[in-house]
């Protein structure tokens, strides 16, 4: 059996599957968050574990929007007191963490939030979720719905991630994430890939409407080439205080 060959089948028939089923969703996101770029919001992404890497697809990406920001599992040891010696990657399950989180970052009426998670039943991705919500703020959920129809939540609600937000997006991953079967065990995780697909399609239809409709949309230019920090300093400056800057 040729593994890599099985995995590009595998990857290109989910591609297909989220440009032809979901493209109602992705349009429908794509234009709340253009709605939230012209109100002056800002779009926040939280994810966990390997769905961090969704949020970080969202925010500070090149090519992407300046007006974004990530929330982390680690932002109450970065920008808290939290001690470091304390941190503990199992606090994704725990719903207080979402709590000290989003404590920590200044949220608006007009911002919107990705929330992204494979799974959809930890604790502190459930609760952010739900505080999302209670501020009365749009909630875009990237998630596999069979992994998550599959599963017991982890929040004492027993709710799940795709049960609150106003937009699902199905990552099409399958229960466990990964792909390919073996005499092992299942191997090669499909959600990273569709899910930074799903985002970069928001993307592309949010700056769409952005351009259509006149609006210049304040884009990050990469970092890596000449005058690039020129242009991203001054478009960042009119989100200060609003957006997370760097990699941690």
């Known amino acids: 059996m040729d593994l890599v060959m099985s995995f590009a089948d595998e990857a290109r028939a989910r591609l297909d599957r989220l440009t032809t089923g979901q493209l109602p969703a992705i349009r429908q996101a794509g234009a709340l968050i253009a709605a939230t770029v012209r109100a002056g919001g800002v779009l926040h992404a939280y994810g966990t574990g390997h769905s961090e890497a969704v949020a970080l697809e969202v925010a500070g990406r090149a090519g992407g929007l300046i007006p974004t920001n990530r929330l982390a599992l680690r932002d109450p040891v970065v920008l808290g007191s939290a001690d470091p010696g304390a941190f503990d990657p199992l606090a994704e399950r725990d719903p207080a963490t979402a709590h000290q989180v989003l404590a920590l970052h ?6 919107a939030f990705v ?18 919500k209670e501020r009365g703020l749009p909630l875009i959920a990237i998630t596999s719905l069979e992994h998550s129809r599959a ?16 937009i699902v997006l199905d990552n099409l991953a399958p229960y466990g994430d990964a792909v390919l079967p073996t005499e092992h065990g299942p191997i090669c995780g499909i959600s990273s890939i569709t899910s930074a697909l799903i985002v970069q399609f928001m993307v592309a239809e949010a700056i769409g409407l952005l351009l259509a409709d006149g609006t210049v949309p304040p884009v990050y230019l990469s970092a890596n080439i000449p005058g690039a920090d020129a242009h991203n300093d001054a478009l960042v400056a009119r989100y200060a205080g609003r957006i997370r800057i760097g990699a941690l």
Request: no cysteine; aromatic share 2%; charged share 20%.
């Open 106 to 111: 200044t949220i608006q009426d007009h911002d």
């Open 115 to 132: 929330v992204a998670s494979n799974s959809g039943g930890n604790g502190s991705t459930v609760e952010m979720a739900r505080l999302v």
């Open 151 to 166: 599963i017991t939540s982890r929040h004492p609600s027993g709710q799940r991630l795709f049960e609150l937000a106003d």
